[in-house]
């Protein structure tokens, strides 16, 4: 990202000098589908970043420009839209309606974005945009929040206005992720522990380029089946309030009670949680080969379990298993489509991502993107 530029573009846009703010996106490397159900999860935020350049404005508007979107946005702050727009500035609408409804000060203001998330690609391009958003409309007020209650209201943002029902890891992650580390979260308490990644060890990102829509696809039926099964456990055991309180003999002994569809779906979530408390362990001692069966054990259940893989994420981590310095891969993000996350020896990182495509390629007809990053610091503002 070319920062002098970015700057010199906001001030022709604006004939302003812009403040900036930057949250990254994530992968993570297990823990799927457990954080609207209280449970762990493993995110690490990458270098891929959005930015929002932001001044205010003397009346009461917000007027919203972005490098990847031609058209433009305009609203008035005393006129605000009630629901999304299905447009891309839903994401900062959704922010400025939560900061506004939360009783901060919402000032009128110009806006530039840059994105260099690939969107709808599971290493949530949305997130990012929503946090630093949030760092930018609140700067104009002069509000410091806390980063977690920042996460907290993106997220808010997100259910309510954008109308995706995610969960709380994304925006956790883009907010207070730490270079070279993972993130154990318990997305229930939201205490966490940053786990050192290995230093030989890069992550290598496929996208198969099938995209997703959350608010769209099947991951607010997911987020469905899982309160169904919620119901069903708590009338038997009433200090049940999420599936993180499901035991492997709680599911066993109820086995038969449940659909079948209900029964996959809880199984998923009740052993991938034990799995991203194993996995942070495995990853801290250096155990490379446990980590490694653990990510292929949770694809499987993401694919047989859970239903959330797809033909191509199937396709792109068989590809990985045997190329030199994999050390363990997966889906990662809400799937449908979007990205496998590998772990890779970094001296072996570049040759994997040119072997991987050329396979996929070769599977698939598709040419995918493949880059090779490494964990990264959360969101701030940049000079
Ligand atoms: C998306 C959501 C997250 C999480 C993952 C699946 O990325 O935004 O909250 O639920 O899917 O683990």
Redesign the pocket.
């Given at each position: 990202m070319n920062l002098s530029e970015f700057t010199h573009q906001f001030t022709e846009l604006f004939s302003s000098h812009p403040r900036i703010f930057r949250a990254p996106g994530r992968v993570?490397l297990i823990?799927?589908?457990?954080?609207?159900n209280d449970g762990f999860?493993l995110p690490a935020a990458i270098a891929f970043s959005t930015y929002v350049a932001i001044t205010p404005r003397p009346d009461r508007k917000l007027v919203i420009h972005s490098n990847e979107f031609r058209e433009h946005f305009e609203f008035d702050l005393e006129n605000f839209p009630a629901r999304r727009m299905g447009a891309w500035c839903d994401y900062v609408l959704g922010v400025a309606d939560v900061v506004g409804r939360q009783g901060f000060t919402l000032r009128g203001a110009n806006i530039l974005i840059h994105g260099e998330v690939p969107i709808g690609s599971?290493l949530?391009s949305?997130?990012a945009i929503e946090v630093a958003a949030a760092l930018a409309l609140l700067s104009l007020s002069a509000t410091e929040l806390p980063l977690p209650e920042i996460a907290q209201l993106c997220?808010r943002a997100?259910n309510t206005f954008v109308g995706?029902q995610?969960?709380?890891?994304?925006?956790f992650v883009a907010c207070l992720g730490k270079s070279a580390h993972a993130m154990l979260l318990d997305c229930r308490s939201l205490e966490f522990k940053l786990t050192p990644i290995p230093p030989h060890l890069s992550f290598v990102v496929c996208n198969t380029m099938v995209k997703h829509d959350?608010a769209a696809s099947g991951?607010n039926v997911r987020r469905c089946e899982s309160e169904e099964a919620v119901r069903f456990f708590s009338k038997h055991y009433p200090d049940v309030r999420a599936l993180r309180d499901v035991s492997p003999e709680m599911l066993a002994r109820h086995a038969k009670e449940l659909t079948p569809t209900i029964f996959k779906r809880s199984t998923h979530v009740v052993q991938e949680n034990l799995r991203t408390v194993e996995a942070a362990r495995s990853l801290a001692n250096n155990d490379l080969s446990r980590m490694k069966s653990l990510m292929h054990e949770s694809h499987e259940s993401l694919r047989d379990l859970y239903e959330?893989s797809c033909r191509e994420l199937d396709i792109m981590v068989d590809c990985a298993q045997d190329l030199p310095g994999f050390c363990g891969g997966r889906m990662t993000?809400?799937?449908f489509g979007g990205c496998t996350i590998n772990l890779v020896r970094t001296e072996n990182a570049a040759e994997f991502a040119s072997q991987i495509a050329e396979r996929f390629r070769r599977a698939t007809g598709i040419a995918p993107s493949v880059y090779v990053c490494s964990a990264e610091d959360g969101a701030r503002e940049v000079f």
């Amino acid at each position: 990202m070319n920062l002098s530029e970015f700057t010199h573009q906001f001030t022709e846009l604006f004939s302003s000098h812009p403040r900036i703010f930057r949250a990254p996106g994530r992968v993570n490397l297990i823990g799927e589908h457990t954080d609207y159900n209280d449970g762990f999860v493993l995110p690490a935020a990458i270098a891929f970043s959005t930015y929002v350049a932001i001044t205010p404005r003397p009346d009461r508007k917000l007027v919203i420009h972005s490098n990847e979107f031609r058209e433009h946005f305009e609203f008035d702050l005393e006129n605000f839209p009630a629901r999304r727009m299905g447009a891309w500035c839903d994401y900062v609408l959704g922010v400025a309606d939560v900061v506004g409804r939360q009783g901060f000060t919402l000032r009128g203001a110009n806006i530039l974005i840059h994105g260099e998330v690939p969107i709808g690609s599971g290493l949530s391009s949305s997130a990012a945009i929503e946090v630093a958003a949030a760092l930018a409309l609140l700067s104009l007020s002069a509000t410091e929040l806390p980063l977690p209650e920042i996460a907290q209201l993106c997220r808010r943002a997100e259910n309510t206005f954008v109308g995706a029902q995610v969960g709380i890891m994304d925006q956790f992650v883009a907010c207070l992720g730490k270079s070279a580390h993972a993130m154990l979260l318990d997305c229930r308490s939201l205490e966490f522990k940053l786990t050192p990644i290995p230093p030989h060890l890069s992550f290598v990102v496929c996208n198969t380029m099938v995209k997703h829509d959350h608010a769209a696809s099947g991951y607010n039926v997911r987020r469905c089946e899982s309160e169904e099964a919620v119901r069903f456990f708590s009338k038997h055991y009433p200090d049940v309030r999420a599936l993180r309180d499901v035991s492997p003999e709680m599911l066993a002994r109820h086995a038969k009670e449940l659909t079948p569809t209900i029964f996959k779906r809880s199984t998923h979530v009740v052993q991938e949680n034990l799995r991203t408390v194993e996995a942070a362990r495995s990853l801290a001692n250096n155990d490379l080969s446990r980590m490694k069966s653990l990510m292929h054990e949770s694809h499987e259940s993401l694919r047989d379990l859970y239903e959330v893989s797809c033909r191509e994420l199937d396709i792109m981590v068989d590809c990985a298993q045997d190329l030199p310095g994999f050390c363990g891969g997966r889906m990662t993000g809400g799937g449908f489509g979007g990205c496998t996350i590998n772990l890779v020896r970094t001296e072996n990182a570049a040759e994997f991502a040119s072997q991987i495509a050329e396979r996929f390629r070769r599977a698939t007809g598709i040419a995918p993107s493949v880059y090779v990053c490494s964990a990264e610091d959360g969101a701030r503002e940049v000079f």
